[in-house]
């Protein structure tokens, strides 16, 4: 009997090694390396753009708060200052008095008190003598305590955060994140190649 030679018989031991694949073909040989580079450049390219990006939002946040407390106080103090001119109608006695601190006009037997000169004589007396001036003064009223000085802006922490906010290791910290994307894509694309 005379066999073709596109037919051939085959032995045992040729069909076990016609059905293991190549080495090449395995489909878990690299799938979990591909899968876990890939994610790796991932979470540091995101970081890399994240973290930057959460501190500008951050810091806006923060000035933000100071621009409101600003408000606030300039809220207050046109509100006492709408009351004073609202008391320069009203008050005769308010009316005079600055019309003689303006004109520095003084009424007979009255002079005006020179705090420069008393402090310098008297060093322990100074803070009573100006808060004295203050309560004879008619402006005193229209005195607003300014708001508390907000905390000094603080940046995120942490040490990843550290290195994503420092322009040039931000840089080479994108390029490795990039570098392993890259390496992910390589990884993955030689396995469907095949």
């Known amino acids: 009997m005379v066999i073709p030679q596109s037919q051939s018989?085959?032995?045992?031991?040729?069909?076990?090694?016609?059905?293991s694949p190549s080495d090449d073909a395995r489909p878990d040989d690299r799938g979990g390396w591909t899968i876990t580079v890939l994610c790796i450049g991932l979470a540091v390219v995101a970081a890399c753009l994240i973290f930057p990006q959460a501190d500008a939002?951050?810091?806006l946040n923060?000035?933000?708060?100071?621009l409101r407390l600003d408000l606030a106080q300039l809220q207050k103090q046109s509100a006492v200052n709408r009351e004073f001119l609202g008391r320069?109608?009203?008050?005769?006695?308010?009316?005079e008095r600055l019309a003689q601190r303006q004109m520095k006009m003084y009424p007979q037997g009255e002079a005006a008190l020179n705090l420069s000169e008393m402090t310098s004589q008297d060093g322990g007396g100074a803070n009573t003598l100006a808060a004295a001036a203050q309560r004879v003064s008619p402006f005193s009223i229209l005195r607003v305590p300014p708001p508390p000085k907000p905390l000094a802006y603080q940046p995120?922490?942490?040490p990843l955060a550290a290195?994503?906010?420092?322009?040039r290791s931000e840089l080479y910290l994108l390029g490795a994140g990039m570098f392993l994307v890259a390496v992910g894509l390589m990884l993955g694309g030689s396995k469907a190649a095949n």
């Open 88 to 95: 320069i109608d009203v008050d005769a006695q308010l009316v």
């Open 62 to 66: 923060y000035q933000l708060d100071a």
């Open 57 to 59: 939002n951050r810091r």
């Open 9 to 19: 018989i085959a032995s045992p031991g040729s069909a076990i090694e016609e059905d």
């Open 156 to 158: 995120l922490g942490g």
């Open 163 to 167: 290195v994503c906010l420092a322009p």
